[in-house]
């Protein structure tokens, strides 16, 4: 087992995975995995640029990081960094402030690596169940972007179109300097129409239709699943590999975009964090299960985190043998 630390910074959020891992086996063991709100991606789709708070708050969560793995000892860490970065003029600022804090460069990576990475974390330990039939569509619902894989035991095709959860509610959603609260009909019409846009251009690239198992990532699907659940408090364990029906998906979806905040925000399951954007974000996953004919989607806790931590890994161990 190699101890490993991967670290995935998208647009609304920062993930730390500490884990022992058996590149060989697919063997993979949670020490500390955890996420910290950040909105890194605030206002980069209106001004170009990651704003200063935004950094702030994404430095201090590496700090953080820091100290647990230092705690834990892992033997490699890596940084990987998502659709925020890419699109900001000023992200050699993100760059040095990572680089400083836990003493690597972060990979601004393409959205085919990001694919990858997810497709990898997400179906490794699906390998074997029968009741889950190939192709398997895996679909990372994040906030700047969403990203496309269809594939078997490896990828076979990948797009990443930018609609998540952030980047649709500030660009849709937000009146004033405020989300609207709840959105309009005119709103979420708009918003609907962004994301088929995208599915359309997806749909250049990637075989949706040839998939006969959904797999949906990230944190609007694995709340969508807390909320379907009722569960009295986040739960990763009941979470994880459970299955949601389309029809709960679109009723879970439409009171979302009906709601008020603090209705919303009354949800024991829900992270501070995801208040304003989890309606966003529903309704990205049900666009994709509508448009696919899914009546299903399976959720993983494990995505792009562990496809990282299994890469490090295996660098680590092809290190050793000497390639």
């Known amino acids: 087992m190699t101890r490993v630390a991967a670290v995935d910074c998208g647009t609304n959020s920062i993930r730390l995975l500490v884990a022992d891992v058996h590149p060989g086996t697919g063997e993979l063991v949670d020490l500390d995995r955890r ?15 990651l704003a200063p708070e935004a950094l702030q708050r994404t430095f201090a969560a590496c700090r953080e990081y820091a100290e647990i793995i230092k705690e834990h000892g892992a033997e490699r860490l890596r940084f990987v960094a998502t659709s925020a970065s890419r699109d900001a003029e000023n992200r050699d600022a993100f760059v040095r402030g990572v680089l400083d ?3 690597v460069e972060p ?30 569509l895996v679909v990372d619902i994040g906030g700047g972007s969403t990203e496309f894989v269809v594939g078997e035991d490896h990828v076979r095709a990948a797009r990443s179109v930018d609609v998540g959860c952030v980047r649709m ?110 309606g966003a974000g529903a309704l990205v996953l049900l666009a994709i299960m509508e448009r696919i004919g899914a009546e299903e989607v399976v959720v993983s806790e494990h995505d792009i985190l562990d496809g990282i931590a299994f890469k490090v890994a295996e660098e680590a161990e092809w290190g050793r043998s000497g390639f």
């Open 101 to 103: 804090v836990l003493g």
């Open 107 to 136: 990979e601004v990576i393409t959205g085919d690596q990001e694919a990858e990475f997810s497709f990898t974390g997400a179906t490794r330990e699906l390998k074997g169940r029968d009741d889950l039939a190939k192709p398997y």
């Open 35 to 49: 996420m910290t709100i950040v909105r890194l991606g605030q206002g980069v789709d209106r001004t170009g640029r």
């Open 169 to 278: 509610t500030e660009r849709h959603l937000v009146r004033d300097g405020k989300v609207s609260d709840p959105p309009t009909e005119q709103q979420i019409a708009a918003m609907r129409a962004d994301i088929e846009a995208a599915l359309d251009l997806a749909e250049q690239s990637v075989p949706l239709g040839e998939a006969r198992t959904l797999v949906g990532l990230a944190g609007s699907v694995t709340t969508v699943s807390a909320i379907a659940q009722e569960l009295p408090a986040y739960d990763s364990a009941r979470i994880h590999h459970s299955r949601i029906s389309r029809e709960r998906v679109r009723e879970i979806t439409e009171w979302l975009l009906r709601s008020t905040h603090a209705e919303r925000a009354a949800i024991p399951s829900m992270h501070p964090g995801r208040v304003d954007v989890i």
